[in-house]
């Protein structure tokens, strides 16, 4: 009578640890303290679910063969999908990564990593503090008061303002002084940033209406004049992060630009995008419009980010005239895109840095990118020599250390590629993807590159603090 298989089936079945047994079970009770009884809880009954349809279609497909269960095995097999479950949520958390690549400001580790003094004042800000608190009088301070004051010293703009970042700054500068009228902007500067910021469609959102003026390589002045009308209300220049023209163009001066904007009564407005508050042309970074530069070129707004070059935390920083800014603090959209406590807090510590001139020390964007070849040579040559004692002379892989380029990253100057040396890894059987996977997949992910079937290590990218753990990560994933 009936079919065996679902006769055994339903016996297996039948030894299935319930919710509550699991719950007891040694790993479970391991991971409740972190995981909490509730969370755990719903965790199990999935566990249990899962083994539940695996052992049914198991079963179904193994015909006639024996399969011994028990209501051990059962238990141990539960316990372990409950711990597979968890260990792949607490995974899926943010985490911090050693950043091999080379890129340095990496859009997908987040950017800019903060200075040792921002993470301080994180921390100290992270409690209650005097975010719109006068410590003198007792009374109700201003919001961003001492960023913003750091921001006008600067860069000598009269005022400055804060909101979430770049986009946001572009968003509300344009919705307040653009809304309703004509924004001009040169075809060669109609770009794309990443992550769905284009300027055209940034311009639509906000109300205006784009006039397109030059070509894609070429925009003189008299193109900028002929255009301006009766209904435009700002004059927007947009530096093109993220790509570079080069042979035959043209574009007018800012100064130029700030001349012709103001006899024509509009308002001038850049998008400097990574916002260099010092001369950056030390790195290779000449393109970089210098803030103070643009605001004494007659910039009446310029807007860039926190995260960039900068190399403080996520914002768009927004400098200029003042009775402009005030417009714009009063704004019902500035309200909704303004900025929390430990962003401000992070933003003047990092603006400390750049005037107290120990910036290209203590940020570590600039201390990276101002990395030479030899120094990076000298700390490579000492981490091969660790890496092979460690390993040992039997081991077999491939380590060398080969000439190679690091990237500046976050959209910003393409065209610099600073000189690097590179660790190139090649294991004699695993595959460099296997390799790669390996090594973001250890408790502190490293995250490398790949090249020609070789896995590569820049040490540019890597804070002289993690060379320890990336040698025993190393070693682990190559035995
Ligand atoms: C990066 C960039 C933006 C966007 O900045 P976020 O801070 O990422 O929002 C806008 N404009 C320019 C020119 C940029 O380079």
Same mark, same amino acid.
């Given at each position: 009578?009936?079919?065996?298989?679902?006769?055994?089936?339903?016996?297996?079945?039948?030894?299935?640890?319930?919710?509550?047994?699991?719950?007891?079970?040694?790993?479970?009770?391991?991971?409740?303290?972190?995981?909490?009884?509730?969370?755990?809880?719903?965790?199990?009954?999935?566990?249990?679910?899962?083994?539940?349809?695996?052992?049914?279609?198991?079963?179904?497909?193994?015909?006639?063969?024996?399969?011994?269960?028990?209501?051990?095995?059962?238990?141990?097999?539960?316990?372990?999908?409950?711990?597979?479950?968890?260990?792949?949520?607490?995974?899926?958390?943010?985490?911090?990564?050693?950043?091999?690549?080379?890129?340095?400001?990496?859009?997908?580790?987040?950017?800019?990593?903060?200075?040792?003094?921002?993470?301080?004042?994180?921390?100290?800000?992270?409690?209650?503090?005097?975010?719109?608190?006068?410590?003198?009088?007792?009374?109700?301070?201003?919001?961003?008061?001492?960023?913003?004051?750091?921001?006008?010293?600067?860069?000598?703009?009269?005022?400055?303002?804060?909101?979430?970042?770049?986009?946001?700054?572009?968003?509300?500068?344009?919705?307040?002084?653009?809304?309703?009228?004509?924004?001009?902007?040169?075809?060669?500067?109609?770009?794309?940033?990443?992550?769905?910021?284009?300027?055209?469609?940034?311009?639509?959102?906000?109300?205006?209406?784009?006039?397109?003026?030059?070509?894609?390589?070429?925009?003189?002045?008299?193109?900028?004049?002929?255009?301006?009308?009766?209904?435009?209300?700002?004059?927007?220049?947009?530096?093109?992060?993220?790509?570079?023209?080069?042979?035959?163009?043209?574009?007018? *001066?800012? !100064? #130029?630009? &700030?001349?012709?904007?103001?006899?024509? +009564?509009?308002? %001038?407005?850049?998008?400097?995008?990574? =916002?260099?508050?010092?001369?950056?042309?030390?790195?290779?970074?000449?393109?970089?419009?210098?803030?103070?530069? *643009?605001? !004494? #070129?007659? &910039?009446?707004?310029?807007?860039?980010? +926190?995260?960039? %070059?900068?190399?403080?935390?996520?914002? =768009?920083?927004?400098?200029?005239?003042?009775?402009?800014?005030?417009?714009?603090?009063?704004?019902?959209?500035?309200?909704?895109?303004?900025?929390?406590?430990?962003?401000?807090?992070?933003?003047?510590?990092?603006?400390?840095?750049?005037?107290?001139?120990?910036?290209?020390?203590?940020?570590?964007?600039?201390?990276?990118?101002?990395?030479?070849?030899?120094?990076?040579?000298?700390?490579?040559?000492?981490?091969?020599?660790?890496?092979?004692?460690?390993?040992?002379?039997?081991?077999?892989?491939?380590?060398?250390?080969?000439?190679?380029?690091?990237?500046?990253?976050?959209?910003?100057?393409?065209?610099?590629?600073?000189?690097?040396?590179?660790?190139?890894?090649?294991?004699?059987?695993?595959?460099?993807?296997?390799?790669?996977?390996?090594?973001?997949?250890?408790?502190?992910?490293?995250?490398?590159?790949?090249?020609?079937?070789?896995?590569?290590?820049?040490?540019?990218?890597?804070?002289?603090?993690?060379?320890?753990?990336?040698?025993?990560?190393?070693?682990?994933?190559?035995?």
């Amino acid at each position: 009578m009936g079919n065996p298989q679902v006769a055994e089936s339903a016996a297996v079945l039948r030894m299935l640890p319930s919710t509550d047994d699991l719950l007891m079970s040694s790993i479970a009770q391991k991971l409740m303290p972190e995981a909490g009884r509730k969370r755990l809880t719903s965790l199990a009954r999935r566990a249990i679910e899962e083994l539940r349809a695996e052992i049914t279609s198991n079963i179904s497909e193994r015909g006639g063969r024996e399969e011994i269960y028990s209501k051990e095995s059962l238990l141990g097999a539960a316990s372990k999908k409950l711990e597979d479950l968890w260990l792949s949520h607490r995974g899926s958390r943010l985490r911090a990564v050693i950043n091999a690549t080379g890129v340095v400001i990496h859009t997908n580790l987040g950017r800019a990593p903060l200075s040792t003094d921002a993470i301080r004042a994180i921390q100290n800000a992270a409690g209650y503090c005097t975010l719109e608190y006068d410590l003198a009088t007792g009374s109700r301070g201003k919001r961003g008061e001492s960023v913003e004051n750091l921001l006008i010293e600067m860069t000598g703009a009269e005022a400055a303002l804060v909101v979430n970042n770049c986009a946001a700054a572009a968003f509300v500068v344009l919705t307040v002084f653009a809304k309703g009228g004509a924004a001009i902007v040169s075809r060669g500067e109609l770009v794309e940033i990443g992550g769905d910021f284009r300027i055209p469609d940034v311009l639509a959102q906000s109300g205006a209406t784009l006039k397109e003026v030059g070509t894609t390589n070429r925009t003189k002045l008299s193109d900028y004049e002929n255009a301006i009308g009766e209904n435009t209300k700002v004059v927007m220049r947009v530096h093109p992060s993220n790509y570079k023209i080069v042979g035959f163009t043209e574009k007018p *001066s800012l !100064a #130029d630009l &700030a001349e012709l904007s103001h006899r024509q +009564g509009v308002l %001038l407005y850049e998008d400097a995008g990574s =916002g260099a508050l010092l001369d950056l042309g030390k790195f290779g970074l000449r393109d970089e419009p210098l803030v103070s530069r *643009s605001i !004494a #070129d007659g &910039a009446d707004i310029v807007t860039f980010s +926190g995260d960039k %070059l900068l190399g403080g935390s996520q914002a =768009g920083i927004i400098v200029g005239r003042r009775n402009l800014i005030e417009q714009i603090r009063k704004h019902p959209l500035y309200r909704a895109l303004r900025v929390d406590k430990l962003i401000y807090a992070a933003l003047e510590a990092t603006l400390e840095s750049y005037l107290r001139e120990d910036a290209e020390e203590s940020i570590p964007v600039l201390r990276m990118l101002s990395l030479q070849k030899e120094e990076l040579e000298i700390r490579m040559r000492d981490l091969v020599k660790r890496l092979r004692d460690s390993i040992g002379k039997t081991h077999t892989s491939t380590i060398e250390i080969i000439p190679g380029e690091s990237v500046v990253g976050g959209g910003s100057a393409p065209a610099v590629r600073p000189e690097t040396v590179l660790l190139a890894i090649a294991h004699p059987t695993m595959s460099c993807d296997e390799l790669e996977m390996k090594l973001r997949s250890a408790e502190t992910p490293v995250i490398a590159r790949i090249e020609n079937g070789r896995v590569l290590i820049d040490l540019r990218t890597v804070q002289a603090g993690e060379e320890d753990r990336l040698i025993e990560i190393l070693v682990t994933a190559l035995s």
